[in-house]
């Protein structure tokens, strides 16, 4: 009897501890596909990354809005895994980038349909002065509730919610990583560090997620915490991660915006010297994942103008692979490919195209051809998968 009291017990706490953080979406109501979106984030990260670009499908280096093109997929031969899209400029026809927001709701469901997810970034005017994102004119005091911007904001709100639930298809929701307010411990954005206090950040994102989840009834989204290295003092250890960490119960991705290490010209050491705090700052991120049990994400990243030799396989795959026992991130995606100065993914005929297809066909590297099945109940990586002798034999 004892014993069994003692079996009832140890299952009892397997089964409470596994209740309390079973790796569920912190939106409770969240649609089964984002549920299983969210559990598949966790095994494709032990199996290694998926790759992401911003704004593929919408244009890219001598093209705009072509029906089918990506420059990835051009150079690389499939589509990325991961699409990042933004709502700048909600509610106008086009976004701050000019991507018409009907195309985007219609390539949100190309995606889904072909088993790619979708991220979304939020570049928000400055509510108070009218200016853009990058005016850092103080607001988010003004937006919240009680503010006398408060109302402004929900109007924007409210447009954004719209937006969310327009990407369905048929009649399944379709799950988006969503990821409003990010590089906030950086001072450029309005709700950036320095330009609010970090109280109304938290308040801000908890209202924001809130308003969505329960007064919207958006319940397909995973929300993404993305602070920028740059603004990291590593020695710090965690600490340096989580100013404006809204909390655990309002976050689900342990993101990271990390063009710092990998070759920004703003960072005065050069990418060889940056390896060991890339490595570091993608460890932390791994660790903090874990002990939240919740998958980490490299929620941008990126070469402007990729004019770092083998960029994709010395620079970001490299120490990825060598540090696989502490490093386990879902993704890592690239910015878009704007101009030539101003673009992060190889396009056919650039001198990075044979290192990106290298990079592509790396076991641990996942393009949207190499997984199947992210949205039901557990995802098959097919770049991994091996085939039984049997079954290689009778084909
Ligand atoms: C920045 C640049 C801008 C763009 C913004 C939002 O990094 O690419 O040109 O407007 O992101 O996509």
């Known amino acids: 009897m004892k014993k069994i009291a003692y079996l009832l017990t140890g299952a009892f706490m397997i089964a409470s501890c596994a209740g309390q953080d079973d790796g569920k979406p912190v939106d409770q109501n969240a649609t089964p596909e984002t549920v299983n979106l969210y559990r598949n984030l966790f095994l494709i990260a032990e199996k290694g990354f998926m790759f992401g670009h911003e704004d593929d499908l919408a244009y890219g280096v001598g093209w705009w809005a072509e029906e089918g093109r990506s420059d990835v997929k051009e150079t690389a031969g499939s589509y990325p895994a991961v699409y990042g899209w933004d709502l700048g400029d909600i509610g106008a026809e086009r976004n701050l980038d000019s991507v018409l927001f009907d195309d985007m709701v219609r390539w949100i469901r190309e995606v889904y349909e072909r088993g790619g997810i979708n991220t979304i970034s939020w570049h928000l005017d400055n509510p108070v002065s009218g200016g853009s994102s990058w005016d850092k004119t103080p607001a988010v005091k003004a937006i919240l509730p009680g503010g006398e911007k408060h109302a402004e904001y929900l109007r924007s709100l409210n447009l954004v919610a719209d937006f969310f639930d327009k990407l369905r298809s048929g009649d399944k929701k379709i799950p988006i990583v969503f990821r409003p307010f990010h590089e906030h411990n950086g001072d450029w954005f309005w709700w950036g560090k320095g330009n609010c206090e970090e109280s109304d950040y938290i308040e801000l994102w908890k209202f924001t997620a809130g308003y969505l989840k329960n007064e919207r009834k958006i319940n397909h989204l995973l929300y993404a915490f993305s602070p920028d290295r740059s603004r990291m003092d590593l020695s710090t250890g965690q600490a340096s991660y989580f100013w404006g960490y809204p909390g655990d119960e309002y976050v689900d991705i342990i ?111 996942f393009f949207e051809d190499d997984i199947e099945g992210i949205y039901a109940g557990k995802v098959k990586i097919i770049k991994q998968e091996e085939r039984p002798a049997s079954a290689a034999q009778t084909e």
């Open 255 to 365: 993101g990271l915006d990390n063009y710092w290490d990998v070759g920004s010209t703003y960072n005065k050491k050069t990418v060889e010297e940056s390896k060991p705090e890339l490595v570091q700052s993608l460890e932390m991120i791994s660790e903090i994942a874990r002990e939240k049990n919740k998958p980490a994400a490299l929620t941008e990243t990126g070469n402007e103008a990729l004019t770092i030799d083998q960029w994709y396989t010395k620079v970001l795959l490299q120490p990825v692979k060598e540090n696989r026992e502490r490093i386990r991130i879902g993704w890592a995606l690239v910015w878009r490919n704007a101009r030539p100065d101003h673009m992060y993914a190889p396009h056919p005929g650039h001198p990075s195209a044979a290192d990106f297809l290298e990079f592509r066909n790396d076991p641990i590297v």
